[in-house]
């Protein structure tokens, strides 16, 4: 078999270009052989189309001139840039960004967040995207989303908004407690810095996500920041498969492929629960440390005396879920994560998670996310090194 020269045209110094590069890596194992070119590069540095002779290049364009550079060469190009630019023909393989945003709602309301913010430099249409979608999502239910932009004319690429004199003053006079969602991880960070010059509790008064994850920089903060994992390995891994089918011949897809984020890396600065109920506060903490056992709802009655339908109604007022579908929750959560981060049998995943036998537990997956565990499992070993390690 002939071996292909590939050109991977992105940054070496986030955990996004990383996973992406180990992506094409996985495919080049199964379709190579491939000598594949790579040049350390950080995420703001020009990247341009090497000297030499290439059967193929995959590549974030973030710039008419390395779209043109690329078109100029005539050779099999796929895209992996958020990016939309008007003179880019190339099949486009990216971030289901509906999808991330459902993720990032579910993280924060399942922490009983009513308030909501975002803080992106939406001047770029991609960030405009995301917070667009972002606040579409939320307007189904009613919720206001707040938002903090560059003013008009701004330098947005580094230090903002850390060096933004509006940020502290927006900070402050946010409803509390507020969930804010950020565009990528650095601007998470430097939230996390803004609000402990502002002697803004973190998480209780502000909790930040971000939208990318990244396994060091994420926990080089205090507290470290919880991020939506973004499928890049997947997308670095779908970018090859197609620039493959190109180099033999085959028609690249017409419309650009979406590959769907599946979890949040959690990290402290998500981890509250925005209640002022202190007795529904109570229980809530209490199945956070118990629902993976055998409890009940009878359980949580004696943690908290009251009446059952007090109770229920008043899970739903704080929540939307009644206690025992928040048991569910909590159960179905970690059995995610066990199919996905450990080896363990079925049967002792379904004990882990409260459940007596392995068939009870597969009933209650199914009905909760439509697949059966074990394909969950075969579908999360395909992706895993995308995930941040996980200690059960």
């Not at 996390?192 to 996500?209: F, G, Q, T």
């Not at 009870?360 to 995930?387: C, H, M, W």
Request: net charge neutral; aromatic share 8%.
């Amino acid at each position: 078999m002939k071996e292909r020269k590939i050109a991977i045209l992105v940054d070496t110094s986030t955990g996004w270009g990383r996973r992406t590069i180990r992506g094409v890596f996985d495919c080049a194992a199964e379709r190579g052989p491939w000598d594949i070119w790579i040049e350390p590069k950080g995420r703001d540095e020009p990247i341009r189309v090497p000297n030499g002779s290439f059967d193929g290049f995959i590549a974030r364009i973030a710039s008419e001139e390395l779209a043109q550079q690329l078109k100029d060469s005539k050779v099999p190009t796929v895209n992996i840039s958020s990016l939309e630019l008007g003179a880019c023909p190339f099949p486009r393989v990216n971030v289901d960004t509906p999808v991330a945003v459902q993720l990032a709602e579910a993280h924060f309301r399942e922490r009983a967040f009513r308030n909501f913010a975002y803080v992106g430099p939406i001047a770029h249409n991609y960030v405009y995207r995301h917070e667009q979608a972002f606040e579409q999502r939320l307007a189904e239910s009613g919720t206001v989303c707040h938002s903090f932009q560059p003013e008009d004319g701004a330098d947005v690429t580094f230090p903002w908004p850390a060096s933004d004199p509006r940020l502290i003053p927006w900070l402050k006079a946010l409803p509390k407690p507020v969930g804010i969602y950020t565009w990528g991880y650095q601007i998470g960070r430097d939230l996390i810095s803004a609000c402990r010059s502002a002697n803004i509790p973190i998480p209780h008064d502000v909790a930040i996500l971000g939208g990318d994850f990244d396994d060091l920089l994420c926990d080089a903060c205090h507290p470290a920041l919880s991020g939506v994992v973004t499928p890049a390995r997947k997308i670095g891994y779908e970018a090859a498969i197609i620039l493959d089918d190109m180099m033999n011949g085959k028609p690249p897809p017409d419309e650009t492929v979406f590959i769907a984020p599946e979890e949040i890396a959690e990290r402290l600065s998500t981890d509250t629960l925005a209640i002022d109920d202190p007795q529904i506060l109570k229980a809530l903490t209490y199945l956070r440390n118990h629902a993976c056992e055998d409890i009940h709802v009878d359980d949580i009655l004696k943690q908290v005396p009251m009446a059952r339908r007090a109770l229920e109604r008043r899970f739903m007022q704080h929540i939307g879920r009644n206690p025992a579908q928040e048991i569910r929750r909590i159960r179905i959560d970690r059995a995610r994560q066990l199919l996905a981060k450990t080896s363990l049998s079925m049967q002792e995943i379904a004990e882990a998670c409260g459940y007596a036998s392995y068939t009870y537990l597969g009933n209650v997956f199914k009905r909760e996310t439509g697949i059966s565990p074990g394909r969950y499992r075969n579908q999360a070993k395909r992706n895993n090194l995308d995930k941040p390690p996980y200690s059960p």
